[in-house]
């Protein structure tokens, strides 16, 4: 649905910090409700994500294969390199998973079609492209996961599996939002977000 199309795309551009300038979407109703003419009837909720998070939509034109990427072939690499005969016990233990193998194998191969490590590509030549991405605050208020809840002690530290971390001061003895992205903790006021 919308949202869970919103909530993967903040995943995404926090994992790689920042957004591109523009976004290409094949003629999926979870952005393209309907196209006349090549004028778009963009589904309102997701625009709204786009435009709060600052980038643009494109949209391929339907039925037009040339217009599209390689979509395809990646997402056939993942099923068939990371994800075939595994099994998982829950979701978490899923994206733990995934972060492993991106970080291990997917991103610091050579690139069959390039030549090229992923990541060095990522860095060398795109990483300065993109820009500085916020999560809009209504995906945080209407759709993100909740996150763990956790009670800071009276040093300023919570403790987030077997670690302790340091919050300001202000939030001694109070109750605070956890969720771990990736390598990242997002430590939040649970009241504002």
Known sequence: DTDTFIRIHDRAFRYFGGCPEECVYDQTRLVVIKETFRELELNQRFHQYATGAGFQIRACEGYDPESKGKVEAGVKYVKNNALY?????DWSELEEYLATWLEKTANARIHGTTGKVPRQVYDEEE???????????????????????????????????SNKYSVPMPYQQAAVGVEQVG???????????
């Open 85 to 89: 005969g595994e099994s998982f016990s």
């Open 127 to 161: 990483r300065s492209v993109m820009r500085a991405y916020f999560t809009p605050l209504f995906v945080k208020e209407d759709i993100s996961e909740t996150p763990s809840r956790r009670k800071v002690d009276k040093t300023g530290l919570l403790s987030w599996r």
């Open 183 to 193: 390598e990242s903790l997002f430590i939040t006021d649970l009241e504002t977000g």
